[in-house]
């Protein structure tokens, strides 16, 4: 008899100012922009980082803009509809995903959470899905409800704007938890994000 061997999720804890958000990643359906998280991860990208953009309703984002820390702005290839990439991961609360452009491409570094089951029509097909939060959802509700500022006047939409929490907030560290599975490096497109 033969014996299947489930492969176990690597688990990410996210300690940020005030707690823990516990989210489980999915490799088999986005390896490199899980490659590339779990690389970020141990490369230091996280630590001590600001949150910088709040949207209630839609995303909680580490970081909107890489462009002057060349050491984190790297570009993937996009693992999604739009860039040909079958990516079953459905977008709704609690799910991570990698900004990018939308159309073919991905920022290795820049991950949200998603704060609504609304954002599927948004953001599914364009952008990479690759993990699920499973803990620590209360932490996300204090952040999605801190209070904000306009932190500049573009708009992504009629009803998005850019906010960033007046008083800071940030993720302390990210420890991963691979249950021995080594991951690696991802393969990186280009250094350097425009989009």
């Known amino acids: 008899m033969n014996e299947v061997t489930l492969m176990k999720h690597p688990i990410a804890k996210i300690y940020t ?3 823990i958000i516990t989210a489980e990643l999915y490799p088999e359906y986005a390896p490199n922009t899980v490659n590339s998280f779990i690389w970020c991860i141990t490369q230091g990208m996280y630590t001590n980082r600001l949150i910088s953009r709040v949207v209630p309703g839609f995303v909680i984002q580490s970081t909107y803009d890489f462009s002057k820390e060349p050491d984190c702005d790297l570009v993937l290839n996009g693992e999604f509809a739009s860039n040909g990439f079958n990516n ?3 977008f709704g609360k609690g ?4 900004a990018g452009d939308a159309s ?3 920022h290795g570094c820049g991950f949200f959470i ?3 089951d609304d954002v599927k029509e948004r953001l599914q097909g364009k952008f990479a899905a690759f993990g699920r939060v499973i803990d620590g959802f209360e932490e996300i509700e204090r952040i999605e409800n801190v209070p904000l500022r306009d932190i500049t006047d573009h708009s992504e939409g009629p009803d998005i704007v850019i906010k960033q929490p007046i008083t800071d907030e940030f993720i302390k560290k990210i420890e991963i938890e691979t249950f021995g599975v080594e991951y690696p490096k991802p393969e990186i497109l280009r250094w350097g994000y425009d989009c």
């Open 17 to 19: 100012n005030q707690g």
């Open 88 to 90: 079953p991961i459905q």
């Open 95 to 98: 799910v991570l995903g990698m």
């Open 104 to 106: 073919k491409e991905a």
């Open 114 to 116: 998603t704060l609504s």
